[in-house]
């Protein structure tokens, strides 16, 4: 074959450090746009993002020619730096040093889209940590509790 071809779902979920819940209603929009043409630039397309005061969830599809590492290290250094600038409040702003990515598979887009856009509602009945938790074990991810939160 003389192309390469390849679609990788990926739900990318990464919190605030310390889940410090600094990511206002105001600031949010334009923080997923930003982070949006940083994965547009890295030709991983979101196919939407959300999250609360205290973390993100993207749903993107990977580039095959960039490492999941990387895109990551790009989007979470470029949007902390973007934050910084957007207020007093923000100049110490950082995310947490760790993320989670699970594979989506193509029947489950629409699925994963509609627990991203509803993250408000979903949050009224469930921390970020026991979501957290919830996606490790649904796709069976041993863990250390002792690392998994800074």
Known sequence: ?????????????????????????????????????????????????????????????????????????????????WLKTQGPDLEEFHWQAGYGAFSVSQSNVEQVKRYIERQEEHHRRRTFQDEFRAFLKRYEIAFDERYVWD
């Open 1 to 81: 074959m003389s192309q390469s071809l390849a679609k990788n779902l990926i739900h990318l979920i990464y919190s605030t450090k310390n889940r410090t819940p600094c990511l206002s209603p105001e600031v949010r929009p334009a923080l997923f746009a930003y982070k949006a043409g940083i994965l547009k630039q890295w030709q991983s397309p979101a196919l939407v993002i959300g999250g609360e005061a205290d973390h993100v969830h993207i749903l993107l599809c990977l580039s095959k020619n960039h490492a999941l590492a990387k895109v990551i290290e790009q989007v979470k250094k470029g949007s902390s730096k």
